[in-house]
């Protein structure tokens, strides 16, 4: 089982930037088939966010498309999310997934992924 630790949520104003982190152990992250962020508002369904696919290419939802940026370091084992001008509804706890093999599910489908972090609140609030 790999294992997920999200950090670096918090409590921003419009327009404000956080960068959230994601520490992977139990694997390195070039054996992942998939690595995503999702993430959850309050009384709705979990999102997918952004996600790397195996052949390292990124997609990202067309609502953070621009304003969010997704990246890796391989050698710490962590995946970033680094989020600028952040909106009211990119409120939400945000969980890091990965997939261990290969899977046809689309990347944004979340029954797609093995394992989920703990999550990280982000607020975006004035």
């Known amino acids: 089982q790999v294992q997920l630790v999200e950090s670096g949520g918090g409590l921003v104003q419009p327009g404000g930037s956080l960068t959230l982190s994601c520490v992977v152990s139990g694997s390195t992250l070039v054996s992942l088939y998939r690595i995503a962020w999702f993430r959850q508002a309050p009384g709705k369904g979990r999102e997918a966010v952004s996600a790397?696919?195996?052949?390292?290419?990124?997609d990202y939802a067309a609502s953070v498309k621009d304003r969010f940026t997704m990246s890796r370091d391989n050698a710490k084992a962590t995946v970033y999310l680094q989020m600028t001008n952040l909106r009211l509804d990119d409120t939400g706890i945000y969980y890091c997934?990965?997939?261990?093999?290969?899977?046809?599910?689309?990347?944004?489908?979340?029954?797609?992924?093995?394992?989920w972090g703990q999550g990280t609140q982000v607020t975006v609030s004035s």
């Open positions: 790397f696919t195996s052949d390292d290419e990124i």
């Open positions: 997934a990965v997939r261990r093999l290969f899977d046809v599910r689309e990347w944004n489908n979340p029954r797609g992924f093995d394992d």
